[in-house]
């Protein structure tokens, strides 16, 4: 493909990333501030926010391998 086609997959990919992400965040933040749930739920909030972070960089990996073989 064509780079500028290239580029563009690529800034859609990195700006749907930045949305999970600041969605991610505020779920977090929620979770956060609720003094009921425990030191798990926080946790597993984080972690689950970790895990979506290693999931998009490899999807964009894996998304630029595959327009760009």
């Known amino acids: 493909m064509a780079t500028a ?3 563009a997959v690529l800034l859609a990919a990195i700006l ?3 949305e999970v992400w600041v ?3 505020a779920a977090l933040a929620w979770t956060v501030s609720r ?3 425990t030191a798990v739920a926080v946790a597993t909030a984080s ?7 290693v999931g998009y960089v490899a ?8 327009v760009a073989p």
């Open 5 to 7: 086609t290239l580029a």
């Open 59 to 66: 999807a964009v990996i894996l998304l630029g391998r595959w």
């Open 35 to 37: 003094p009921a749930l």
């Open 16 to 18: 749907l990333g930045v």
């Open 23 to 25: 969605v991610g965040i």
């Open 47 to 53: 972690a689950a926010l970790t895990a979506s972070a």
